[in-house]
């Protein structure tokens, strides 16, 4: 059974920072791509980070580029998401989900339960 | 930047069929996927690739797509269908793209 377990979420004040984790089982970890995703409170998707299964290509929305950093260790089955100079609007709850894709598509095929952030003074 | 757009709201008949459509330029190279959320819940994706359902959809969701506009067709709408839908592409820079979100109503 696929699972993954997100972690790390907590109240950090603005300008802090926060590391959060994503622990998967249940499947290959080191052959698929994965994302982060956010949702603020009572918001929609927000999609804010893609790695590929080596952790060669990495991408970034623009909200989060050049604060947050992507990062995996397949080693240890986990992926990363290192977030320094929160905001305000990074309050959401951050999930992680695993990519399946193809030249045609990338669709993010099972999340974790997700770990809320909450960024305020 | 690239945008995904979605209704924000659609309501449909119990039993009746309904279409959430989402517009966007990636959607031109691009299929999208479809998402289904319920509250207090994590995303269940429902349509992926051209129009794949993974094990445990039920068959009365199917995906199809035309020019810029993805659309999500739900034939014979249950009150347990009753969620947000969201629609998701990558464009041709590689980022990914969330549609707003469609809030569906079973009457």
């Known amino acids: 059974e696929v699972q993954l377990v997100e972690s790390g979420g907590g109240l950090v004040q603005p300008g802090g920072s926060l590391r959060l984790s994503c622990a998967a089982s249940?499947?290959?970890?080191?052959?698929?791509?994965m994302n982060w995703v956010r949702q603020a409170p009572g918001k929609g998707l927000e999609w804010v980070s893609y790695?590929?299964?080596?952790?060669?290509?990495?991408y970034y929305a623009d909200a989060v580029k050049g604060r947050f950093t992507i990062s995996r260790d397949n080693a240890e089955n986990s992926l990363y998401l290192q977030m320094n100079s929160l905001r305000a609007e990074d309050t959401a709850i951050y999930y992680c989900?695993?990519?399946?894709?193809?030249?045609?598509?990338?669709?993010?095929?099972?999340w974790g339960q997700g770990t809320l952030v909450t960024v305020s003074s | 930047s690239s945008e995904l757009t979605q209704d924000p709201t659609v309501s449909v008949a119990l039993g009746q069929t309904v279409r959430i459509t989402c517009q966007g330029d990636?959607?031109?190279?691009?299929?999208a996927s479809w998402y289904q959320q319920k509250p207090g819940q994590a995303p269940v994706v429902v349509i992926y690739?051209?129009?794949n359902r993974p094990s445990g959809i039920p068959d009365r969701f199917s995906g199809s797509s035309s020019g810029s506009t993805a659309s999500l067709t739900i034939t014979g709408a249950q009150a347990d269908d009753e969620a947000d839908y969201y629609c998701?592409?990558?464009?041709?820079?590689?980022?990914?793209?969330f549609g707003g979100g469609t809030k569906l109503t079973v009457l």
């Open positions: 990636s959607l031109r190279s691009y299929y």
């Open positions: 790695i590929s299964s080596g952790g060669i290509t990495i």
């Open positions: 998701n592409s990558r464009d041709s820079s590689g980022v990914s793209l």
């Open positions: 989900a695993r990519v399946r894709s193809s030249r045609y598509y990338r669709a993010s095929d099972y």
């Open positions: 690739d051209k129009n």
């Open positions: 249940g499947f290959t970890f080191s052959s698929y791509e």
